[in-house]
């Protein structure tokens, strides 16, 4: 892969240097960047599978690969910092740049189960912060006493909450940045107006940490201080998809609704703009904007879903219904926009959506249905569509 660079003020880019096993999760941190990379073998033709796993989505085979860590400094020089038989999955540098740390993966059979190492960049001693916790993403605090992690301990095996985290980098204490609130760390909303969903994210300002978080059908940001407390930041019916904060506590963020794809937005003191205008043929069409609802399933559980009316909707007229199910299944359906959705009304269907159990954006509970797929998810299933059957017809 070709990675490039340009100044701020225009210009051509250059080539800063080729990095044949791709870069992933490139970040600059006094002047040095780091990112990670694929390491190994490539196998053009006949595919000799000895190791596990053999593939994933979005990057095909990876039998032969492991994912490790670089820098490259400006005058194209590259730097490989790990190596050996285990998996970089996370990473950040330390403010002063002499350390990194890192979570890692070595278990091939699960590697959802990480340890957490910080290594010296100039010896390249390392030593362990932490084991048997699911991590994915770690952000070192600007003065250096905290680690920040995305991560839970699997008490619930998969399903388990992702949290915000806080280590020292000498190891000790765990300490749960959101003990209480009962939500899922991320961006895990169905959409087909972008890929895979966001990438998890950490940003430190001060003695807070800024991250994307589930809550029912809405993405919100919100953050969390080391003093302790969680604050919703920017909320409402919406998907917050990605986000960055100035020194000035300006936001600048990205985020969708089921009537606007992504657009790019500013937030500061509360005022919000929507600066970018890439969706305006939103405005020359005509768009169904879902009907939320709740209802008690029969086992005394609210499940909260949606209903999408064909445009012109007559009550008194019999139309065709479409019950969407989502996969996962720990991802949600809620307000994010779905162009399948809009095609299906404006085909003159009744869309039905909702998040049964086993879906994120509730508490652990709700998504916890290991041993049981089928089972409670589908009863869900089929009491919601039983209950819009009857309000499209009353």
Not at 214 to 235: P, T, Y
Request: charge should be negative; proline fraction near 5%.
């Amino acid at each position: 892969m070709l990675r490039f660079g340009t100044c701020f003020d225009g210009g051509e880019p250059m080539r800063v240097a080729h990095i044949s096993g791709g870069v992933n999760d490139l970040r600059i941190v006094n002047g040095v960047m780091y990112f990670m990379s694929n390491v190994g073998p490539v196998q053009e033709d006949v595919k000799f599978v000895g190791d596990w796993p053999l593939w994933f989505n979005g990057r095909g085979f990876v039998h032969t690969f492991k994912s490790h860590l670089f820098s490259l400094d400006l005058s194209g020089a590259i730097r490989q910092l790990t190596s050996g038989d285990f998996d970089v999955v996370a990473y950040d540098a330390e403010p002063g740049g002499k350390r990194a740390v890192i979570a890692v993966s070595t278990n091939r059979f699960k590697p959802y189960r990480n340890e957490v190492w910080v290594i010296n960049l100039e010896s390249g001693e390392r030593y362990t912060v932490l084991s048997n916790y699911s991590v994915s993403a770690i952000r070192w605090s600007p003065d250096g006493k905290y680690l920040a992690l995305v991560g839970n301990d699997l008490h619930r095996g998969l399903v388990t909450h992702d949290h915000v985290l806080l280590v020292r980098p000498d190891g000790g204490e765990v300490i749960d940045l959101m003990r209480g609130v009962d939500r899922n760390v991320g961006n895990s909303l169905n959409s087909d107006a972008r890929g895979s969903p966001p990438p998890m994210k950490l940003q430190w300002v001060g003695d807070w940490v800024y991250f994307m978080m589930m809550d029912g059908g809405s993405s919100r940001l919100v953050r969390a201080s080391i003093n302790g407390g969680v604050e919703v930041v920017i909320g409402g019916e919406r998907s917050v998809e990605d986000f960055v904060v100035m020194r000035d506590g300006t936001i600048y963020f990205i985020s969708m609704d089921p009537l606007r794809p992504t657009e790019l937005y500013r937030w500061f003191n509360g005022n919000e703009e929507r600066i970018t205008n890439f969706n305006d043929w939103v405005n020359f069409i005509e768009l169904s904007k879902p009907e939320p609802f709740r209802f008690r399933a029969s086992d005394g559980r609210e499940v909260e879903g949606w209903l999408m009316r064909p445009p012109g909707f007559r009550q008194g007229i019999r139309y065709p219904a479409i019950l969407e199910i989502h996969g996962g299944p720990k991802t949600a359906y809620g307000y994010s926009f779905m162009f399948e959705f809009q095609l299906l009304v404006n085909e003159g269907f009744v869309v039905i959506f909702m998040n049964p159990r086993g879906s994120d954006g509730y508490d652990e509970e709700f998504a916890d249905i290991r041993g049981h797929y089928g089972e409670r998810d589908y009863e869900d299933l089929m009491e919601v569509l039983t209950t819009c059957l009857g309000v499209t017809t009353s």
